[in-house]
């Protein structure tokens, strides 16, 4: 990680570049918005994210090239790219959660296999039935 990550990008820096596809300066801002229950262009923090009126959540801000269409989502705050490492990173409870239930699933599998033959997964199911 560089020095430079930790930063705050403004919109002005990224604004004045280039775009990435057809190199055109004709750049957008759109500024992201959170509405109530999670609409808006966000990423919750929050496993109850579908229950909370305003649940807590990270803007992601939006450039467009004007030229081109090609569109790149940036989240310029410092602060809340560290909230999405500690929430989604390696370690956090989010990534400890998504490992045991792959766990399951492979158990799952496994005893599927062992009870019905050759399908171990619902499309497998699906297929053998069509």
């Known amino acids: 990680m560089t020095s430079n990550a930790s930063a705050e990008i403004t919109v002005e ?10 190199n055109s300066e004709d ?3 759109v500024e ?52 999405l490492r500690r929430c989604y990173g390696p370690g956090s ?4 959660n998504s490992a045991r239930w792959h766990r399951w699933g492979e158990y799952v599998a496994k005893l599927n296999r062992r ?3 050759t399908a171990s997964t ?3 199911l699906h297929q053998e039935a069509n």
């Open 13 to 22: 820096d990224r604004v004045a570049r280039h775009c990435t596809k057809c």
């Open 27 to 29: 750049m957008l801002f």
């Open 32 to 83: 992201a918005t959170r509405g109530g229950y999670g609409s808006g262009n966000v990423i919750p923090l929050s496993p109850m994210f579908n229950f909370w009126p305003m649940k807590p959540s990270v803007k992601v801000n939006r450039f467009v090239c004007m030229t081109c269409g090609y569109c790149e989502e940036w989240i310029l705050n410092a602060k809340d790219r560290e909230l």
């Open 93 to 96: 409870l989010r990534a400890h």
């Open 115 to 117: 009870l019905f033959g």
């Open 122 to 124: 619902p499309s497998q």
